[in-house]
């Protein structure tokens, strides 16, 4: 913002100027500010619509940087300072909206760097997927240091896959390998080892130059306003083992605090528990199916009304399903619009990161099947929460399987004697995929889903005790096994299990780590850091074709990939992971234990985000592994006895080349691991038994005989195929 030009106004302008140009001419040693100048305070700079680069060709060559944020009074120091003009706007004119983007105090903790280079980059000297530890060495062309620490980063460095016909457009993208902490500013160097196809360095920016050189300061008052600070990147490169000589760019911006992170869903989860309270809130059920196989077992369900509303249906329903209840549960609403497509948080009035409660509330969909054991059993089991995949829906698909679909998730149940319900995972359930389209093209609209996944994040909480509440102790679902006294349909009194696959797993780490209820997850082949996913998984290939149809350029993708980081971050599991065992929120049950089983060369959640979600949970990694993941500590105990674990399965379906193009196709990896009866005993194992992960159930199959697990599965088509049921939960090993 620029200041009224009055006669005091030019003079201290000047002054600045000419404190600034003697700044300059220390030659990037001095990290003072001029003099009568608070680091934090903004003064007249000239335009600040007008930007130079720091590295490249354009203002948005480099992002992010300190030219997109500015001083402010923050957590962090800063705030985010975009101009839309800037960003990509779509085919159909679009402009990118920056609105949400300025509230911030930073950008996100796991944003990739994305540079467009001023000229085509020889990749052999980066440190990729498959070397990123020698991004930690000495001689690597790319650098990122914690300025506070004075550590480098461990990062992947890759060019843009997806603009390799397109060379002048083809962006260098750096991830770090782990949430580089809360309001933290980082450092970014590139040092003339990064060099061109032509087998020459890059070419520093003139602004960049004359800084390195000590030849004056730059005129743009958007690097101006930021060159103490600039200046002291230079230093912090050099004590991290990057010589100024070699330096071509340097560049720092900041990270958001944690209020902006994790604070938004953690506050609406206290919300959420102190409006629903222990016994949640209502139910309605609509349907209630019986296999009359099984009806004797609830002898109360016709001897009583039904609940208003509700029909009773009186057939087969599915091998593994003997009881199938559907309607709705009550829901704290924290929207602007309810569930219309156009909804978001409702974003409290004063600017803060939290979410306001309306006075209304709303309604949800629910599913809830209970397996011929679950009626059969003498004992209450404890209620099972799950999660779906993507896109999928727990009443159109999952849950709601027809009679002769296979299911996996099902035969577990049927396997446990299980009492599962879920619901959809609003922002990404079949519901939502016009919403999806929509933001594929105009990335402005990415508020409309990530702010539904946080609201959906706290639904399982309102869920499950309405649940518990309404069906698990209703007398008219009393469970009358042969030879045992009545008892209700789930065990309020045990923890809850929660188990999901893809989507459900994903979603499932940040939704266990805010229910103050789940005592065993396992969340089946999950990852973190949305934005990293989204190139790399084949689930995203249609959307990836309606971006590319909007945004043509393949810099321009990235960039909006990027910039939708922060979006993601609200409820991204790679920022909630810590909670789920590590760090427990308030609360929150006691000796929680969570697996994360992933499928090797998986085409839908790469193993690259799986080892991020690893390291942000800190949990081990179970070996021996397919493959060590850098950071994340390996395992050999068998059965492991911790809390918080990884477990590579390979289904030998084959593997897919590194960076982030998506797959061409669907190897089906992603699906093989839960179809094996080994998986079912070992997960049993965690979630109904003793809670121990134990590998050597695959011993009998495994194709060497030897750990890790490696094992042919067929995914079955109809249910005839399916493997036979399993005894959980199974025994401890000798």
């Known amino acids: 913002m620029r200041v009224a030009t009055s006669p005091a106004a030019v003079l201290l302008r000047v002054m600045l100027l000419l404190a600034v140009l003697q700044l300059g001419a220390c030659g990037g040693g001095d990290s003072a500010v001029p003099a009568g100048q608070d680091a934090n305070t903004e003064v007249d700079l000239g335009p600040l619509d007008e930007c130079a680069p720091i590295f490249g060709a354009a203002c948005q060559s480099v992002w992010p940087s300190f030219v997109f944020q500015k001083p402010a009074k923050t957590a962090t120091g800063v705030q985010n300072d975009l101009l839309p003009q800037w960003f990509p706007s779509s085919a159909a004119g679009k402009a990118f909206d920056v609105v949400e983007h300025n509230r911030r105090d930073g950008v996100s903790p796991v944003s990739p760097v994305v540079i467009l280079p001023p000229k085509p980059i020889d990749p052999k000297n980066l440190a990729d997927e498959n070397k990123a530890e020698a991004s930690l060495q000495g001689d690597s062309p790319t650098v990122m240091v914690d300025a506070a620490t004075g550590k480098r980063i461990r990062h992947v460095a890759e060019l843009d896959l997806n603009a390799a016909g397109q060379p002048g457009r083809q962006a260098l993208i750096l991830r770090p390998y782990k949430p580089m902490g809360y309001g933290a500013t980082i450092v970014v160097g590139l040092s003339d080892k990064l060099l061109g196809k032509d087998g020459k360095p890059m070419p520093r920016a003139p602004d960049f130059d004359a800084l390195v050189q000590g030849k004056g300061a730059p005129k743009n008052g958007r690097l101006l306003r930021s060159l103490a600070r600039w200046k002291q990147d230079i230093i912090a490169l050099e004590k991290a083992g990057l010589p100024r000589a070699n330096q071509v760019a340097a560049w720092h911006f900041t990270t958001a605090s944690a209020a902006w992170v994790t604070g938004p869903l953690v506050d609406l989860r206290e919300k959420v528990l102190a409006k629903v309270g222990e016994k949640g809130l209502a139910i309605a059920i609509e349907s209630i199916e019986v296999d009359p196989a099984h009806l004797a077992a609830l002898p109360n369900l016709q001897a009583t009304p039904l609940p208003t509303g ?163 102790s209703d007398p008219r679902f009393q469970v009358a096994a042969v030879g045992a006294p009545a008892r209700p349909l789930t065990d309020a009194k045990q923890p809850l299990r929660y188990t999901g696959n893809s989507l459900g797993g994903i979603m499932g780490t940040t939704m266990v780590a805010l229910h103050p209820d789940v005592g065993r997850a396992v969340l089946n082949v999950a990852g973190g850091v949305w934005s990293t996913m989204m190139n790399r998984s084949s689930n995203f290939a249609p959307f990836l074709l309606v971006v590319a149809g909007q945004y043509p350029d393949p810099l321009d993708q990235q960039l909006l990939f990027a910039l939708m980081q922060t979006h993601w971050d609200l409820s991204d599991p790679v920022h909630f992971a810590p909670h789920v065992v590590g760090t427990p929120l308030p609360g929150t049950v006691a000796d929680r234990v969570a697996l994360w089983p992933i499928s090797w060369g998986d085409s839908q959640v790469p193993a690259l985000a799986s080892s991020f979600l690893a390291r942000a949970a800190g949990a081990k990694l179970l070996g021996p592994a397919v493959a060590d993941w850098p950071d994340v500590i390996a395992d050999q105990n068998l059965p492991f006895v911790g809390k918080a674990s990884f477990v590579q399965w390979d289904s030998l379906r084959g593997v897919h080349q590194p960076g982030n193009l998506a797959p061409e196709g669907d190897n089906e990896s992603h699906y093989a691991t839960r179809w094996m009866p080994e998986y079912w005993q070992m997960v049993g194992r965690v979630l109904y038994g003793d809670g121990q992960v134990e590998q050597r159930y695959c011993f009998a199959r495994d194709t060497d005989g030897k750990l890790p697990c490696s094992l042919k599965q067929e995914i079955p088509k109809t249910v005839k195929e399916m493997a036979s049921l399993v005894e959980l939960p199974p025994k401890a090993w000798p």
Not at 318 to 346: V, Y
Not at 363 to 369: G, K, N, V, Y
């Open 310 to 472: 509700a029909t009773l249906i009186v057939a087969a329903i599915h091998p593994d399903i003997a009881l199938r209840i559907k309607g709705k549960f009550e829901l704290p609403d924290a929207m602007t619009k309810g569930q219309t497509a156009e909804s978001t948080l409702n974003w409290a009035a004063d600017g803060s990161p939290t979410a306001t409660l309306q006075a209304k509330t709303m309604w949800r969909p629910f599913a809830l099947t209970a397996s011929p054991k679950a009626l059969t059993r003498p004992d209450a089991p404890p209620l099972t929460l799950y999660g779906h995949g993507f896109l999928r829906s727990v009443c159109a698909e999952d849950l709601c399987v027809k009679p002769n679909q296979p299911d996996a998730a099902g035969r577990l149940f049927a396997s446990a004697g299980a009492v599962a319900v879920g619901t959809d995972w609003w922002g990404l359930s079949g519901a939502d995929i016009g919403t999806a389209l929509g933001i594929s093209g105009d990335f402005s609209q990415a508020p409309r889903l990530t702010e539904k996944l946080v609201h959906g994040a706290v639904s399982f909480i309102a869920l499950s005790r309405a649940v518990q509440t309404h069906i698990g």
